[in-house]
């Protein structure tokens, strides 16, 4: 920055000045999108993302700000095909047996089970990874921890589930 030029306003007025511009067109953008209903909580997931942002400057913030959006709305997608996914699982294929189906069924809440037992962070740090597919920065962000404290804790919870899992089959 040249010795002349003003510093930057605090985060606190910038963001209420972005939230001001853009997020009209931010709501405009995730009802097309994705319905009335989410625009205003993915809204202010995109203002939150950026409160949270560390970093230089960001030239262009209105484009900033729709790759956010953008990149909200193919996250919820992943969700959204994850979960059908795993709804279609619990259907029954053909060909299996009643007795595979409760074996399948017994299997799950084995799982949940010792997912439940992980110690609050460590299962946080897996579930945020496993079922919300949040990369490990993203998850290092929400946890307030260091990314290769993320690895541990997610590794450290694949061991434990494995584990609870073999020793109950």
């Not at 009643?98 to 949940?112: D, F, K, N, S, Y």
């Not at 992980?118 to 962000?141: D, K, N, Q, S, W």
Request: no cysteine.
């Amino acid at each position: 920055m040249p010795a002349d030029a003003d510093p930057p306003p605090p985060l606190a007025e910038q963001l209420g000045a972005w939230i001001e511009q853009y997020g009209p067109a931010l709501r405009s953008y995730f009802r097309r999108r994705v319905g009335a209903a989410e625009a205003e909580d993915m809204v202010q997931d995109v203002f939150l993302a950026m409160s949270t942002r560390q970093g230089e400057p960001v030239d262009n913030i209105e484009g900033y700000l729709f790759r956010i959006a953008a990149n909200l709305i193919a996250r919820r997608q992943g969700r959204e095909a994850a979960r059908s996914g795993l709804e279609a699982l619990m259907e029954p294929p053909e060909g299996f047996s009643p007795e595979r189906i409760v074996m399948g069924r017994q299997e799950a809440v084995q799982v949940l089970a010792a997912i439940r037992k992980l110690p609050p962070r460590t299962r946080a740090a897996f579930i945020f990874h496993r079922f919300e597919e949040m990369t490990y920065p993203e998850i290092a962000r929400r946890l307030g921890v260091s990314v290769s404290a993320v690895k541990q804790l997610v590794g450290r919870a694949i061991r434990q589930v494995s584990a609870e899992r073999r020793a109950g089959l």
